[in-house]
């Protein structure tokens, strides 16, 4: 029989599903309780991730079809997600599929407020497609929660890229 | 005349768990967005005063979402209109995380629906109260005017949410504590967003300037009212569970402060909207568009009690 963990770390996410719910660093915790079920903790990305259900969904469903009959699923709010836990599979992952993988996050400086920025976050980046540094911010927000969106003036083709939170 | 029961009978087999939902389930996993979280209440605190501050910040961003997601499909390009939908994305998810810790910490806050109703009770919080049991501050609800309104009312709100997020990420509450230390790095894009448009539009044409003012003399009168501390907002804020918003006002206006001296414009002078005896948005005192607005967003759960969906 195939580990719980292995099971809940190949669920891939709803909406890269190039990546695995571990890749993307969502899934942060398998065990088997007392009463012998499955408890998976999973993280949302971004607090209104309108892709926790079909993730807990299924994470239920493939445990349930390895043989795994007592599944839960809860959820752990805290630490926060960071764009940081992406694993180096994940990014590549990312690459491959013409997304461009986050930076490091920016660390809180707990020493004061969260500085005001009024220009575009400048961001070390190149074109998932030609491979040219020479790319522009279009929108810092993109179709999912987690991406902005980037044009690149060499190839002109857009692309998504996962933010740094 | 046909052999199945379903038109979508055979796309996939027998396997009905490439249904995201509905068709077919065998289990029915909890959809509870705290599913699991400790909510142990912190010592000493009231779990009726919590559920009350709870929704206080969840009405805040409930009704702001609504608000903002009113754009949708109706900004100027895509691009904006996207991020406008991301921005009330985040703040709808922040209000189901908090309506949803109200109810932990007080299940009697929660409407009480027919037995047998599926309806959460984060839910049933958000669709079946009237605007007088409301908590938010009235600048949430103000109805939609043009782009640079909706510029001048997120950078206002997210700005002072921020800051109040930033403290409430120390909370002796876990849940108040996780929600906002992740709310924080989704209100800096709300704000830093915000805070470029209204540069842009203020050093825009002449009409982009003329209507950021107008918005701005349209929005202002409901800034204050945001760090009007509420007794419950005072009480919390002493014993280290929530924030007294008199006490980010200043960092606040330090922070706008620096986005009118960019755009080169100042600070307006419109004395704040008055309350009744008193009373604000976080007592439950509301405008006239509280409850178009509610009518709105609450007519289809209403309508359906025990629909699941």
Redesign the interface.
Known sequence: MVTAYAVAASVTD?EMPMLTLEDLGVLRDVEVAADGAV?V?IT?T?????A???M???L???L??AGYDDV??????????SSDWITERGRRALAAHGLSAPGPAPQ?DTSG??P??????RRDLRCPQCGSAEVEL??????T?CKA?YRCTACLEPFEHV?E? | MTDHDSVYDGLLGSDT?HW??GQG???S?????????DSTLPEGVDGAELAAYCLMLGDDALVLSHRISEWCSRAPDL??D??L???A??????A??LLARAAAADPGIAPSLPAGSPVPPEDALAFFREAGEFRNARIMELPNGDFAHVVVRVLLASSAR??IM?RLAASRD??L???A??????L??H???A??WF?TLAQGTDESRRRLLAALDLVWPLYAEMFAAHPVEVSLGEAGVGVDPTTVAD?VDV?LE??FA?SGVERPERQPLAGVRGRLGRHGLHTEAMSLLLAQMQVVARAHPEGRW
């Open positions: 709803p408890v903790a949302p971004y607090s209104g991730c309108p926790m259900a079909t807990r969904d299924d239920v469903h493939r349930h079809d839960r699923v809860r959820v752990e709010l805290s630490p926060a997600w809180p407020p969260v005001l920025n009024l220009l575009p976050r279009t929108s810092e927000f993109g179709a929660a969106l933010k939170i | 768990s995201a939902f389930r065998e289990t996993p909890s959809e509870d967005p705290l599913a699991g979280v691009e904006d996207i991020a939908a991301n921005i994305l985040d703040l709808l998810g922040q189901r995380l921020l800051a930033e876990h849940v504590a996780a929600v230390a992740k709310g924080v790095k989704e800096t894009y704000r830093d967003y805070g470029r540069l960092e922070v620096q986005v960019m």
